[in-house]
């Protein structure tokens, strides 16, 4: 445990401090110590504070507990991955997992958790997809912000990471994402965007990757004029580990705290900088208060002497990995199961549990549920018989234990098959090859399902798996993810009925990874990876292309069913002042027999867009939990954000006017309830000139009034097929060929007559 903080720390007066400390202080306070803490000014009382991997459970690498091991770290409970508490679609749920992620922050004495990551998954390859929320910016900037507020309430920072385009971890400190504004706008950013907005993390992780061929920690734009000037972001920029190539850069483009620091060159070359009058002593006192302000916030818990119920946190990962598997199918009501007769439990993983992703979040647990050992608890064992079936990562007696596992299922009333993806598939570090399933599994698959029907497989994979044909042969399938230390249990809580799935899919499950857009660009010539398919990611790319998906964006069922009506939506406020709104209601009711949770979900698309845009995307969600025959009137409310596009032409988000379709369903694919809004709103028709198209003169009310007054009876002008074929045409080029009736004299006294027009319009 650190020691106390003196006095005079508590009461640190940051301007004193900043007036008082060397050029080489500063520089220094800036580069860190080392690979976790931040640098302590003995003659000042500053002292050190402590940052630690933290994204589903606190990776502390205290000093007694190293052993020379590269991820050692103390004990701390594993909670379930991103891309399976953001299945659980529950903010009060991940809210209260980042409440005791902080707790176990505050026992070891670290200060900021470097988490949540909140990058979009542009592709089912990326290696840490297991880290990453969601393929949806809107969703993942709510689950993201929730986790920031829990671990945030307990006065212990967090680091939204990787900011931004970091969705792939091939070449990835090297490789420029090449991606148009729009893009970045609408997909890329609003995550972080949302969260820096409403939750103010302390500090904000810059990615590895160039953007458009510059250094996300050397990019001003990102950095400065996005990330502080227009969001307002007034905490530290700290560099992902091994992020920064130039630290003066660095620093004038907007990132404070280099990490690890480079000692050998950064502290140094940032003197010389400053000495040789490169870098303005300014900017680097602006970097420097934004640390000694983060010290400030992060210092107590360096006085702190507390511990953590364990087995309180071990319950909490246990509720919140069943709320996070998602019941993707469950033919005949196979589960939960029945309360008598004989479960096979087959696969290495229901023995040897996967749990949790490999690289830099990796916990060292306090403890791990085993599921073959749960299940036999809550079922009594003698109803339960386990067989290894294959083995992970080797091939070695696969026949034998295909064998044993065929044997044991034939004996069996009901087979429960754990089925997922090895360490060596996926990780931080490297992407995925494929979204295939080991073949040794899916061998086994097909050899137990030829001697018995009644098969549940459960799912144990960090990213989205090639699912079909075999699904189809499958009565029940459990996606858990990877579910944390207590995902053992969960299962066996969900398997048995003790606990209802009230998961849905933050991503889509393609058919095919040739089904996915980004497959074309990934991960990417040497050097640079296109962004070609723009903002068409995920669902918004497979409806707006009408593909078949084995499991759309927000599926999942439960052991019970519901039903929503009683759809109102009411508008109020206008697009001119930033106000418009749209609060939208609905009655959910559970008409089954047992108790569980819905979420409601809600999808807006603009029904004649001048852009493209994807036919809806969802824009509010709400999770309610419901006893047999309960019904719950649900609100969920829309700002103006959720009807605007990003417009390049205009460099800001925008409004057009036209009809709008709210649609709210159990997912993408499942809106039953509909409502059309009309919406008034100011012209965004750029002003016309010469270089206006004819099309756009005719489509514009004034350009057409004036050409209408300008123009013969008789003119092609005013002929549709005249402007299908030549309509795209500058009318200044049009100008010059001479035959149109019009010369370039004729355009400027045209664009005098429309700003006449414009300027006396109602």
């Known amino acids: 445990m650190a020691t106390a903080t003196p006095p005079s720390v508590r009461d640190m007066d940051v301007d004193a401090l900043l007036s008082e400390l060397t050029l080489q202080e500063k520089a220094a306070l800036i580069s860190g110590a080392d690979i976790w803490h931040t640098v302590a000014v003995e003659r000042l009382d500053i002292p050190a504070i402590m940052c630690s991997d933290g994204p589903h459970g606190m990776r502390a690498q205290v000093d007694d507990v190293q052993d020379g091991e590269m991820l050692k770290a103390a004990p701390a409970t594993c909670f379930p991955t991103a891309s399976a508490i953001a299945s659980s679609w529950d903010r009060d749920l991940i809210h209260e997992v980042g409440v005791a992620i902080a707790n176990e922050a505050r026992q070891y004495g670290v200060s900021v958790v470097l988490g949540p990551g909140v990058n979009m998954k542009r592709s089912p390859l990326c290696g840490r997809n297991f880290e990453y929320l969601s393929e949806d910016p809107y969703l993942a900037g709510e689950l993201g912000l929730a986790i920031v507020d829990g671990i945030q309430s307990r006065d212990v920072g967090t680091s939204v990471k990787h900011y931004a385009a970091n969705n792939q971890e091939h ?13 970045l706008r609408e997909i890329y950013l609003p ?20 953007i458009n061929g510059t250094h996300a920690s050397q990019n001003p734009w990102l950095l400065t004029d996005v990330l502080r000037d227009e969001w307002g972001f007034e905490g530290v920029v700290v560099s992902d580990w091994g992020a920064v190539h130039d630290r003066v850069a660095a620093v004038q483009a907007g990132l404070d705290w280099e990490m690890p620091p480079d000692l050998e060159r950064s502290p140094a070359a940032v003197v010389r900088a400053v000495e040789a009058g490169w870098l303005d002593e300014s900017v680097l ?8 302000d983060m010290v400030a916030k992060g210092r107590h818990v360096l006085d702190l002497d507390e511990t953590v119920d364990v087995d309180a946190h071990h319950e909490l990962a246990r509720h919140a990995a069943a709320e996070s598997a998602v019941l993707l199918k469950n033919d005949g009501g196979l589960l939960p199961l029945m309360d008598d007769g004989t479960i096979a439990v087959i696969g290495e ?16 647990t306090t403890r791990v549920d085993v599921a073959a050992d749960e299940i036999a608890r809550l079922v009594s064992s003698d109803r339960v018989r386990f067989a290894p079936g294959y083995g992970v990562d080797t091939t070695e007696d696969d026949a034998a234990l295909a064998d044993e596992a065929v044997r044991v299922a034939s004996s069996s009333d009901t087979v429960v098959m754990f089925m997922g993806l090895p360490d060596s598939y996926e990780s931080e570090g ?13 061998a086994l698959l097909d050899a137990v399902l030829q001697v018995n ?28 993810w990877l579910g944390g230390q207590a995902a053992g249990g969960a299962v066996a809580d969900l398997l048995t009925g003790a606990a209802s799935p009230g998961g849905r899919l933050a991503e889509t499950m393609p058919v095919s990874l040739n089904d996915v857009p980004s497959t074309l660009n990934f991960p990417g010539d040497p050097g640079v990876v296109r962004y070609g398919e723009g903002i068409f990611i995920g669902y918004r790319a497979h409806d707006h292309l009408g593909q078949r998906v084995s499991f759309p964006f927000g599926f999942g069922l439960s052991y019970t069913s519901f039903d929503i009506a009683d759809l109102e939506v009411t508008t109020s406020g206008a697009v001119a002042d930033g106000t418009l709104a749209a609060a939208v209601s609905a009655t959910v009711t559970n008409t089954g027999d047992r108790a569980g949770s819905h979420v409601v979900q809600v999808y807006v698309g603009d029904d004649d867009a001048e852009v493209a845009r994807p036919p809806r995307e969802l824009k509010g969600f709400a999770k309610v939990r419901l006893d047999p025959g309960q019904s719950e009137r649900v609100t969920i409310d829309l700002d103006q954000r959720a009807f605007s596009y990003w417009s390049t032409r205009h460099r800001r988000w925008v409004v057009e006017a036209g009809t709008f379709t709210i649609a709210v369903g159990a997912h993408s694919r499942d809106l039953p309830l509909s409502a059309v809004v009309d919406v008034e709103a100011p012209s965004i028709r750029p002003a016309l000139d010469a270089m206006s198209t004819l099309t756009e003169w005719a489509d514009d009310p004034a350009g057409w009034a004036t050409l209408d007054e300008f123009l013969p009876e008789r003119h092609p002008a ?14 200044d080029t049009l100008a010059g060929f001479g035959s149109m009736g019009f010369t370039h004299a004729d355009v400027d006294t045209l664009l005098e007559r429309v700003r006449e027009h414009q300027a006396t319009a109602p």
Do not use: K
């Not at 006192?285 to 000694?292: A, E, P, W």
């Open 171 to 183: 070449d990835r400190l090297r490789v420029s994402a090449e991606i148009d504004e729009r893009t």
């Open 191 to 210: 995550a972080f965007e949302r969260i820096i907005t409403a939750g103010r993390p302390w500090t904000v992780m810059c990615a590895y990757n160039r």
């Open 285 to 292: 006192d602006t970097s420097v208060r934004r640390m000694l």
């Open 349 to 364: 993983f229901a023995r040897t549990p996967r749990f949790q992703g490999s690289g830099s979040s990796q916990v060292t």
């Open 430 to 442: 490297f992407d995925r090859a494929h979204m295939d399933l080991p073949p040794n599994q899916l």
């Open 453 to 480: 029907e009644r098969v549940v497989v459960v799912l144990v994979n960090g990213a989205t798996v090639v699912m079909e044909p075999w699904c189809e042969s499958v009565p029940a399938i459990l996606e858990c």
């Open 718 to 731: 005013r002929s549709r097929r005249f402007r299908s074929l030549l309509g795209s045409m500058p009318i």
